[in-house]
């Protein structure tokens, strides 16, 4: 490993985390700031999943939402780098537990990387046909 892809691989591993928590904590403000009533976060919290809660925060707060989604993909595709470069560095101990585990962490960040187009879909799906028609659609596909 050369010397610019170390502090390339370091600089990752700083910036990475940082934008996921980011966005984690964007996304949370978007959601808290929607302003559900006490009915509406009761029945959010009784569905199995968030999409409902996702899609309603997108609909009452659509730039917040997509620049917590945002900075939190790229905190995903910066982790891709990051993780290839610790995987050098298991690597030199134990070789095969570094392949292993770097090849699956990397395949997790690169479905979420996936599931990140999913999710623009889903709010492209809630601006052409409705927060109900998207949601119905997202829960009946997963």
């Not at 691989?9 to 980011?22: H, I, K, N, S, Y």
């Not at 976060?41 to 917040?64: C, D, I, M, S």
Request: include cysteine.
């Amino acid at each position: 490993m050369t010397a610019a892809w170390t502090k390339m691989a370091a600089v990752v591993l700083v910036l990475g985390p940082l934008c996921w928590f980011v966005g984690l904590l964007l996304r949370t403000l978007a959601v808290s700031s929607a302003g559900f009533t006490p009915a509406e976060v009761a029945q959010f919290g009784a569905e199995p999943f968030a999409v409902r809660e996702q899609l309603a925060a997108y609909v009452a707060n659509p730039a917040l939402t997509v620049a917590g989604y945002a900075t939190f993909l790229a905190g995903a595709v910066l982790l891709i780098p990051a993780t290839a470069g610790l995987t050098w560095l298991v690597a030199r101990r134990s070789p095969v537990l570094a392949a292993s585990g770097g090849a699956l962490a990397i395949l997790g960040l690169v479905a979420r990387v996936y599931f990140a187009g999913v999710d623009h879909t889903a709010f492209q799906l809630v601006d052409s046909r409705g927060l109900d028609a998207a949601a119905t659609m997202v829960l009946d596909t997963t």
